[in-house]
């Protein structure tokens, strides 16, 4: 059964930091890409750090750019998400998700809540 588990999401204050875990298993073959998503309340989710599918390049969100970063483990099936200097926007539910395609099908994780708050 193909799953993809995020861990890490909580309560941090304003200008703090997070990182966020998500951990494949039950795939036949080892997806080589994780994007990450996620949905604020009364919005639709958006890209954070998703795979564009015409060339399979990493593109991070404009809000995200410089304080996100996405990184991997092969050794462990995980990949973070390092989150610095967290804004109360950043506030949603972020989901992972296999292979990550900004559009286009993906297996997607049940998400973690991360909430900015002070």
């Known amino acids: 059964q193909v799953q993809l588990v995020e861990s890490g999401g909580g309560l ?4 703090g930091s997070l990182r966020l875990s ?3 298993s039950g795939f036949t073959l080892e997806p080589d890409t ?4 996620r949905q604020a309340p009364g919005k ?5 750090s998703c795979i564009s599918p015409s060339d399979g390049s ?6 995200v ?3 996100f970063t996405i990184s991997k483990d ?8 390092q989150m610095s200097r967290l804004k109360p926007e950043d506030t949603a539910v972020y989901y992972c998700a296999a292979p990550g395609y900004c559009s286009g099908y ?3 994780g049940q998400g973690t809540q991360v909430t900015v708050s002070s």
């Open 12 to 15: 941090v204050q304003p200008g």
């Open 22 to 24: 998500c951990t494949a």
């Open 34 to 37: 994780i994007g990450w998503f």
């Open 44 to 48: 639709e989710r958006e890209g954070v």
């Open 58 to 63: 990493t593109i991070y969100a404009d809000s």
């Open 65 to 67: 750019k410089g304080r």
């Open 74 to 81: 092969n050794t462990k099936r995980t990949t973070y998400l």
């Open 106 to 108: 993906n297996y997607w």
